[in-house]
Structures are given as C-alpha cells and as structure tokens.
C-alpha cells in the first residue's frame, strides 16, 4: 500500500509537469496554417535519421497546392529555397516572442513570389536564403501565405510545421499550443530491451524481451540478467487517431517504486538535434531499422532539456531479490501506456575483452594507419568504441588509394571528424586537381574534391563507413526530353543531371545568352515557362554549364521552340 501510494504521487506529479509544460505556452494563439482539419503524419520529436523531426507534418490528403495560411498576425521574417531540406519555406515572426515555419511549399503569394523571382535574377542564383524587415512584408491571421507542395526533401505532399522560439531559435513542440487535434489513442509497446552497463551498449548490444499485451498495459516475464549494471531500451510508437506511427512524447522507467530515468520532448534546436543518435539504439536502427529509445541517459548524450537530471538510467542491482519494473509511456494529450515486468540478477557474466582502440565520450583521439589518419574530436561519440580501422587493398581499378575501413556504418559519430589518406602512387597535379574522396555508407554513398594538404588528401565526414581516393576525369552531363529545335508543350522544360561520381555542384543555364532560372528538383533541373520564354518566341539556344564533385566542366546546348 505504501509503494501504491508513493507511485499515485509520482505519477500525479507527472501530470503536473505535462500541465505545466502546456502553460508555458500560449493557447489557441496559433490557428491551423490549413483550411482542412490538422492531420498528423509525423509529430514533433519523431526519429529520423540523425535528427529528431523538428516539427508538425500535417496531411494534405496527398494533393499540392492546398492553401497554406499565416498561423497568426506577423510578419515575413525570412524565406528558403533549396534542393534540399525545407525545399521552399516561409519563417513569419509574431509579436508574442514566437517564429512559425512552413515548408516544402510549391509558391509563396504573390508579391513575395515575385520578390524572390526577381532576387534570383538579379543573383543568377536560384537557391535564396533572404532575411526581411518587419514592414516589408506584414501578415495576418488567416492570410494566404503559400501553396503547399512536396519540395526540398520531402517524400511525398504535405506540409511541415514548426513553431520556434524567436530569440534563442530552439523548435518547440506545437502540441503544446493547444491544437485542436483528436487524440484518443495511447503509445504501443512492441519491444523491450535490456543493456549491460558494464559495458559500451554498442557491444554486445540490446537483449530483446519478450512482451504481452492486454489493452493500454503490456508486461513481461521476470528479466534475469548476468550483470548488476544495466540499463533498458523501449520499441514503442505513439499513434493519433488518424493512425500514423508518432514519436513518443514521454517516457519513465521506476524501479520498486522509484523514478530511475525519465525523458519528455518539449523543445530541440537545430544545433543539438543530431543528439538523437545518442537516444537510441544507433546500430539497431541504422542496421536493422529497428527502433529503440534508451531509457538511460549515454555518456556522450548532451542534450539539454530532454532527460530529467541525475537521473541515468543505470539500475544497480546489489543483491539477486526480484525487483518491480516498471515503465510508462505518455502523449501530450496525457494518453498513457504501462508495461510492468521484473528483474532479477542471476550468475554474473564475463568480461568483454577489447580488439582495437578503444574510444572513449569527452575525450578525443587521433588514430592512424600506415596511409591513414583520422581525428576524432572530444564530442565524436556517445559511448565507448572499440574502433576498428584499417586498410585493405580496394576492389575498384579507379582508385588511387587503399580502401580505409573505419569501423562500421551502423555505429555514430556526433561531428565532423577529418580524414587524411596518402595516395598508393605519385600523382601528377592535373591528376590530383581530379581526385574525390568518396565514402561508402553501405546504404549509400558520398563524395567530396579532395584537398591537399603536402602529399595526404584530405575531407571531412560525419559518418563511418570505407573510403577510397578516385582520379574522375568523366565529364557530368544533362539530357532533355525533346528533340532538337522541336516545339515544347506544357508549362516546363526539364533536364535529368548525370555523374559518374559525386554530385552536379554547380549549373548554370543561360537562354539565348542570358541567365535562365532553373530550380533543382534532386537530380533533375526545371524551368517554368515565364516571361523570359514567351510563346511564339521563335527558335531558342539553351546554354547549359555544369561542374560535378571532381571539377570537371561540360557544356551542352539545346535548341527548342515554344
């Protein structure tokens, strides 16, 4: 009874911090930036790769071109457009201290649209990250800011939404704003893990735990462990009513009654949301794209305002008594979960022995091989590693390099590190202005002009995995989907970009001698018909250069009418 009331208490307190958390906030100040009712295909805290997601993806029924209005009065602060990322975005600053994000927009309003549009011209650039005055472009509540669409990185239509702190740029969490989003449903549990603690979690790695269900409570048999230092790891998602897997809100584990660790996910910056990777299980992940959160908190995890303080996680099991576990799980509309099960401490296991050089969080280390060195700075891991790197003989005959192994892609590194390698042969200067450091992270691959620095190539990286030093002396190339001096329907032109290795770096089409505004849709470039090509124009000379990682340059001409 005494342990019962201990626990109503803690979890009352519990209640409290969610209340509180809420009233932080300002409560139906922001309206829903669409005119169809808020859906949410991903919430703020969801994981992603490397990175928390920082905002609200709200549904737009799979259509683009849905109106995207002001969340409230404001005004136009600063706008993106890039490749990547947020594709097209809109940041509007509002008076009560708060910045509103909205992104992977296909067109701002107009008068914006066609300030942007003529910056680009005037810049024959067209990726733009412009900053403006609060008169320049004042908004309402209500007004018609953009369209949505599916740029940037986007996979598929919707729009993404965040709200930030104006002064200290942190994302927080727009559930806390009191939207009015129907949510009935509590996280689920798929998955229970336990770590040894003794050790790095990287190795030897999770424990699975069989768990059952019975309606918004989940247990487990009696956890027995081989070592009186451990840790536990929970696979569980949160859904809202629609039905997409959400990200978990909040999470404790107690032991016997006693909060051992706890994590809530009110607020992120940019700066810090690579801290993910040292929140779950990286390798799990990565590997096997499994999804486990740590309900401890890792040595080289820094992350402010996330896990509670002096709390670790770590449980200490002094004696071989069977204890009570317990873990709940909480969305912000106060949805619970609980999985209850115990552990017990059987015979002690044995030690791991290290193979390599070991790595250690908040100390730093340069390692090297006989062509090889890399330096590792103080933040690079989150745990303890017992790296691995080494040379071997590269399997490709356009190498000038022995393959570097470093370590694995499925173990994570916080921050760039560099990367020196010597070349296994002399090479000319024409030869070296040609070489590209390219790394394979077994799901993909990455590739960066090498510089020079004496004889080693260098080029930074902030993932593990091989690499190799390339001479690319093949020329990148665009094509198009027309014939030559043929007449071009529809309301675009669009080329499709190609490189051996790496990347188009650079693109820059001119029409009948003059700089034309393409936008990057990932490896294909695309010109709306405007002003600039009218109809009935006569026969026009497209120009187009291009430059790929290694610094080659091609230059193509195409020939249509409209």
């Known amino acids: 009874m005494k ?57 737009t029924n799979s259509q683009e071109n849905l109106s995207v209005l002001a969340a409230a009065d404001g005004y136009v602060s600063r706008i993106k ?28 309003f107009d008068k914006l649209d066609e300030y942007i549009k003529e910056k ?56 806390l704003f009191g939207f009015a989003i129907p949510d009935s449903v509590a996280p689920i549990v798929s998955g229970l893990y336990w770590y040894d603690r003794r050790f790095s979690t990287y190795e030897p790695g999770a424990n699975g735990i069989a768990v059952k269900k019975a309606g918004n409570a989940y247990t487990a048999d009696v956890v027995k462990v081989n070592s009186p230092m451990i840790s536990f790891g929970i696979k569980a998602v949160d ?47 990565s590997r096997d794209k499994v999804g486990i959160q740590h309900l401890s908190a890792l040595p080289g995890m820094k992350l402010q305002n996330y896990s509670i303080p002096n709390l670790s996680g770590i449980i200490n099991l002094q004696d071989e008594n069977i204890h009570n576990i317990e873990i709940v799980l909480k969305d912000v509309k106060g949805n619970t979960s609980r999985l209850t099960t115990k552990v017990q ?33 103080k933040n690079a891991v989150y745990d303890a590693v017992d790296f691995n790197m080494y040379e071997k003989n590269s399997s490709d005959g356009n190498t000038v390099s022995n393959t570097i192994v470093l370590q694995n892609p499925y173990l994570p590194v916080h921050d760039y590190y560099t990367l020196k390698i010597k070349p296994n042969r002399k ?85 009948d001698g003059k700089w034309l505004r393409f936008a990057r849709v990932k490896n294909d470039f695309v010109y709306f018909f405007d002003e600039k090509c009218p109809r009935d124009s006569g026969l026009h000379t497209l120009k187009v250069t291009i430059i790929n990682s290694a610094g080659n340059i091609n230059t193509q001409t195409f020939t249509f009418q409209r």
């Open 81 to 108: 457009v890039e490749r990547y990322g947020f594709g097209n975005a809109v940041y509007i600053t509002h008076p009560n201290g708060f910045t509103t994000v909205y992104a992977h927009l296909n067109k701002y």
């Open 345 to 377: 401490l059987s015979n002690g296991g044995s030690g791991i022995t290290s193979s390599g050089k070991t790595i250690l969080p908040n100390e730093g280390k340069t390692l090297t091989t006989e062509n090889a060195e890399i330096s590792l700075s």
């Open 427 to 511: 090479l000319s200067k024409e030869e070296k202005d040609r070489v590209v450091v390219l790394f394979n992270y077994g799901s993909d691959k990455d590739a960066v002009k090498a510089k020079w620095n004496g004889d080693q190539a260098e080029a930074q990286f902030n993932r593990l995995g091989t690499v190799d030093l390339i001479v690319d002396n093949s020329m990148p190339s665009v094509s198009s989907g027309w014939k030559e001096g043929a007449v071009v329907s529809g309301g675009s032109l669009r080329l499709k970009g190609s490189t051996k290795v790496g990347d188009i770096v650079s693109f820059r089409a001119e029409l």
């Open 239 to 285: 859904k809202a009513n629609q039905g997409f897997n959400l990200g978990i809100y909040k999470a404790e584990i107690w032991m016997d009654g006693k909060l051992v660790y706890g994590f809530s996910i009110d607020k992120v910056s940019y700066d810090d949301t690579r801290y993910l990777n040292g929140c779950i299980d990286y390798t799990k992940f």
């Open 3 to 59: 342990i019962f009331s201990k626990l109503m208490v803690a979890i009352c307190f519990i209640h409290t911090i969610i209340t509180q958390a809420q009233n932080n906030y300002p409560q139906n100040y922001f309206r829903n930036p669409l005119n169809i009712p808020m859906q949410l295909a991903a919430n703020f805290g969801a994981v992603r790769t490397n990175h928390f997601h920082m905002g609200l993806d709200l549904r």
């Open 120 to 175: 680009q011209y005037k810049d024959e650039k067209w990726e733009q990250d412009i900053t403006f005055q609060s008169g320049q472009f004042p908004v309402t509540k209500g007004q018609l800011i953009a369209l949505s669409g599916n740029t940037g990185g986007s996979a598929g239509p919707h729009l993404h939404f965040e709200i930030r702190d104006t002064q200290t740029e942190e994302c927080l969490n727009p559930l």
